[in-house]
């Protein structure tokens, strides 16, 4: 029986290297050491990953408080505050590194930034672990600004140093930047974004002007995930956003003849196929 729908994927899915290099090291943890380690909060954002780590013996915790001393501990993907760093090492709990190395050179900016003197300001979302962590490492004062309105409730800083959330929207962090060169007068930008996230959202959008349906597959607490979704959405592309195969409803791809898969950064390959074979599935079943 022939298909109903052609199925295609973007050329940019599943894990990136930050959280695939996060993701082996743990796993190679756990199977190698067979002890008990212990993560701060989600690893990445990924329910299904998080899931697989619990099984094989993870730990999730929601402070340092509740590491037991000597234990080891993560640092997860988005990086964390260097007290959580200190407060580990005085208690004698041992640490495994998975932070992105984007993060940690953004990291290293945020440092380097206080250190001159300047203000920093971060373009993020303040809420994000990975810009929570930013902001611990800044030796002075530091501002998150979200979107060109919080830019625009910046006041009083005559110097300051930019650094932006590694997997935020260019083009927002452009149109904030550009805002913010009005108010301050010396500014000095430092390149954070992920390239592999623009490659991947570029992909994206290619590949969803060309089908009749995108569907982007990834944890619905995932902000580069969301991106991916409302970036489709606001070039008006029939988008759908699922975590897992089983939200796909059929319905969605009746009169529809290609169906396209793009993916966040932290969607496994097993959530990937299985959403391809769900979809295999459904395009082989009559038309009721």
Known sequence: MKPRFEIITSSHIGYCFGVKRAM??????????REKLYIIGQIIHNPQAVDK???MGAVTVESINQVEDGATLVIRAHGVQPEIISEAKKRGIKLLDA?????HRSQLYVKEIGESSFDVIIIGDKEHPE????????????????????ARLIKGISKAGIVVQ?????????????????????????????????????ATLELGRSVDLMIIVGGKNSSN??????????AGINSRFIERADEIDPSWTEGIKRVGISTGTSTPNWVIAEVIEHLRQIALKEVM
């Open 225 to 234: 995930t969301r991106r991916l979704f409302k970036m489709c959405m606001d």
């Open 99 to 103: 932070t992105c190395p984007f993060v």
């Open 24 to 33: 082996n090291l743990v796993e190679n943890h756990l199977k190698n050491k």
């Open 131 to 150: 810009v929570k962590g930013l902001e611990g490492h800044a030796k002075g004062r530091s501002f998150v600004v979200r979107n060109v309105e919080e």
């Open 166 to 202: 590694t997997t935020f929207a260019p083009e927002e962090a452009k149109r904030i930047i550009e805002e913010l060169k009005k108010q301050i007068e010396h500014i000095s930008i430092y390149d954070t974004i992920c390239q592999a996230t623009v490659a991947r959202r570029e």
């Open 53 to 55: 780590l619990n099984r």
